[in-house]
């Protein structure tokens, strides 16, 4: 039984590259979550996604993030012309239904150097 | 804006003690979670809140939830070294008071176990 799968884990990019971070959710889940955990700022909610949708990207800063859920494959975190402070880990989380529990995957730790 | 702070932030207690680790939120929410982390590693759900009164144990672990109060509470019993981690509660509120995995966080508890 396979929990949600993140990859890359580990991701180390220069300044101005694209970072792109999968994630493929527990079977059967239709919900994707993207949380980013800042050094010294906690988790916090960046997007959630349903296949092909995007429901809620209050959280996404304006520029240069992007996400996507296609109707095959993972879902994909675009993040053009990095930056040092993109720095993070960032998370996937899934779920059945909205209402349900949320199990995350293991994370992608992304060094911007 | 929601706020969800957690207290205490560390908390350094020998093995065999008991302690409760506080999650106080700012906006109605009927769902609440409580996550572990290791160092490195993700989160790990521990339990899982969905109404008013709602109480929770699994080991030496407990959750309570009292929403009228917007008070969630981790009592740990009798703690052991591998309880050592960071735990977080989380808010599940979207617009409209809706629920749907919008998560909002506490800063964590780091707690630390020793002999």
């Known amino acids: 039984n396979a929990g949600v799968m993140q990859n890359p884990r580990h991701l180390v990019r220069r300044r101005g590259q694209e970072a792109r971070l999968r994630c493929s959710p527990v079977k059967g889940h239709s919900h994707v979550y993207w949380y980013r955990q800042l050094p010294e700022e906690g988790l916090k909610f960046m997007v959630y996604?349903?296949?092909?949708?995007?429901?809620?990207e209050s959280g996404m800063p304006k520029e240069r993030f992007s996400a996507e859920f296609p109707k095959e494959g993972p879902s994909i975190l675009r993040i053009q012309q990095v930056v040092r402070g993109d720095s993070a880990a960032y998370f996937c989380?899934?779920?059945?239904?909205?209402?349900?529990?949320?199990?995350f995957g293991e994370g992608s730790w992304l060094t911007v150097v | 804006e929601l706020k969800v702070e957690q207290n205490p932030l560390f908390l350094s207690m020998q093995e065999g003690k008991n302690y409760t680790i506080y999650c106080n939120y700012s906006?109605?929410?009927?769902?609440l979670y409580w996550y572990r982390q290791d160092p490195g590693k993700s989160l790990e759900s521990l339990f899982v809140?969905?109404?008013?009164?709602a109480v929770k144990q699994e080991g030496r672990l407990m959750a309570s939830l009292d929403t009228k109060a917007r008070l969630s509470t981790l009592h740990i019993t009798a703690a052991v070294h591998d309880l050592s981690a960071t735990y977080f509660c989380a808010v599940d509120i979207g617009p409209g008071g809706t629920s749907y995995g919008k998560l909002t966080f506490g800063q964590g508890t780091i707690l630390t176990v020793h002999p």
């Open positions: 906006t109605t929410s009927d769902r």
């Open positions: 809140l969905l109404s008013n009164g």
């Open positions: 996604l349903q296949k092909e949708n995007i429901i809620d």
């Open positions: 989380a899934s779920s059945a239904d909205s209402g349900n529990t949320i199990y």
